[in-house]
């Protein structure tokens, strides 16, 4: 089983700063990655597949990066509705497997 | 628009069972892999099982095998989780969620249902 890490696994931004996010995984998953995006009482959503391509409606501020086993998602500059929790995902191999999150609090 | 919309979560006691329905809408449901995730309270994300689009295929989570089976029912456009031998550690919220391929597996999911809370105590 691939294993995922995410770091940090809480990150404190204010509104409009940048916000860098990190996910590893145990072995190469090529770009076969996904982030999603998770606000308290709510389903996922997905923001980010193949690594750095945006999900229909995202917003131009959510990027992605890295292939391999290093991964980043970066918010450009952080909306008050941005603050939520924030998965990746393997999906190279089963079990498709999810990082434990990164929160992303208000400073 | 796409719609999923999970049902029959609820109180069990540890080896019973439930099935778990999810209602979609607003795509063509018969070319979509389904999938179902689950959520243990204030914890991650876990993919459960898959099947197919005509229900031909199937796959689960190693935690899962051989108590719960995947099924769907194209005519009711309808994915269901039948859960057996339930243990206190499949407390979760459970997700219903569509891949994003089409007509293939993706093994990513593009939408979500609201989620239904199974849990599992004495």
């Known amino acids: 089983e691939i294993v995922m890490t995410q770091s940090p696994a809480t990150l404190s931004v204010s509104p409009g700063e940048r916000a860098t996010l990190s996910c590893r995984a145990s072995q190469s998953v090529w770009s076969n990655l996904a982030w999603y995006q998770q606000k308290p009482g709510q389903a996922p959503r997905l923001l980010i597949y193949g690594a750095s391509t945006r999900a229909t409606g995202i917003p131009a501020r959510f990027s992605g990066s890295g292939s391999g086993t290093e991964f980043t998602l970066t918010i450009s500059s952080l909306q008050s509705e941005d603050f939520a929790v924030y998965y990746c995902q393997q999906y190279n191999n089963g079990p498709f497997t999810f990082g434990p999150g990164t929160k992303v609090d208000i400073k | 628009e796409v719609q999923l919309v999970e049902s029959g979560g609820g109180l069990v006691q540890p080896g019973g069972s439930l099935r778990l329905s999810c209602a979609a809408s607003g795509f063509t449901f018969t070319t979509y892999w389904m999938h179902w995730v689950r959520q243990a309270p204030g914890k991650g994300l876990v993919w459960v099982s898959h099947?197919?689009?005509?229900?031909?295929?199937?796959n689960y989570a190693d935690s899962v095998k051989g108590r719960f089976t995947i099924s769907r029912d194209n005519a009711k456009n309808t994915v269901y989780l039948q859960m057996n031998s339930l243990r206190a550690e499949d407390t979760a919220v459970y997700y219903c969620a569509r891949d994003r391929g089409y007509s293939y597996g993706y093994y990513h999911f593009d939408y979500w249902g609201q989620g239904t809370l199974v849990t599992v105590s004495s």
């Open positions: 099947i197919n689009s005509d229900g031909s295929n199937t």
